[in-house]
């Protein structure tokens, strides 16, 4: 696997992850650094600028809302974005759900 690949797999990878962890929230709602938490248990561990950009490129997909609070990105989970989770439709450029979720 090169180097491209592995970033690209990685990135889908974590979108995926930051959808699962807004699916299990109870209103679907959580702050930049608390999916940063997230994904380092996923073993995705990556700058805030790394989880800012996968948050703004699910949100051009339709997975997320974003909005903004004390200069912190929150992100939604959107229709799009549950319907990837529960496998209804497919979002390019974001990993299948583990069976696991």
Not at 27 to 36: A, I, T
Not at 37 to 43: Q, R
Not at 89 to 100: E, F, M, N, Q, T
């Amino acid at each position: 696997m090169s180097s491209e690949q592995y970033k690209a797999y990685v990135d889908e990878r974590g979108r995926m992850v930051i959808l699962q962890v807004l699916t299990a929230e109870v209103n679907g709602h959580l702050r930049e650094e608390l999916l940063q938490k997230a994904l380092d248990i996923y073993l995705i561990k990556r700058s805030i600028e790394w989880v800012r950009t996968q948050l703004i490129r699910l949100e051009e997909l339709g997975a997320v809302t974003i909005t903004e609070d004390e200069g912190k990105m929150i992100a939604g989970i959107t229709r799009a974005g549950r319907d990837h989770m529960e496998r209804r439709s497919r979002l390019a450029g974001v990993a299948a759900p583990d069976d696991k979720v």
